[in-house]
């Protein structure tokens, strides 16, 4: 986190408001969540207490997200542009970002033609649309089909796909590791997706590993 000392070091530029946009980003998944401001205030109580906060041009006051709502944003990180004249939050986000509801203020594609996909960055594009294959028929989709076999067709596949990989691993070409790897992560999203658990669950696992050798964070789990 930014602290006085280093907020100083990093020459921040205010505009003459008084104030540097905060870009807001998910720090497990790439999405970007909104766009605020923040103050001198704004930036130091984000710094110490580690939940979002900005500055309302509408009502010229300091607001904590998710003050009223329950959608707090626990901030991890605070990083400054090259010019020091913008700032990054990396959060964890509890709950919809939007006063909408949405999840990211970001949903509005500047030509129709745009796909909804598209907003979202690409490992959450995928997520999706493994989802929606739930509502497909068995015969029209595969994806349907594993998730109408359970677990038992799910885990199959998967194994399937692991031993490619390895093998891959072990004697092909970097192309055919890079495309068995891409086949045993699609496998593991179908399976995740089976349980209704989503890829940032997973992500937030590894994140609490984060700085831990292997070897003292196998010893640590739980044995069943």
Known sequence: MIGATSMSAAKLTFDERGLIPVVVQDRLTGEV??????????????????QATFW??????????????????????????????TLLYLVDAAGPSCHTGAESCFF????EVD???ARAPFSLKLEGEIASRRHATGKASYVKSLLDGGAEAIGAKVREEADEFARALDAEA???VSSEAADLLFH????LESRGLRLRQVLATLAK???RGGHEEKASRAKP
């Open 33 to 50: 969540r909104m766009v605020a401001w923040a103050n001198a205030e704004a930036l130091r109580h984000t710094d110490e207490t580690r």
């Open 56 to 85: 309302s041009r509408s009502r010229a006051e300091l607001w904590v997200k998710g003050a009223t709502s329950g959608h707090v944003m626990t901030v991890h990180d605070i990083l400054v542009d090259c010019d020091g004249d």
């Open 108 to 111: 509005t594609p500047l030509h």
């Open 115 to 117: 796909a909804p996909a």
């Open 174 to 176: 970097d192309d055919r």
């Open 188 to 191: 593991v999203l179908v399976g």
């Open 209 to 211: 590993r984060f700085g």
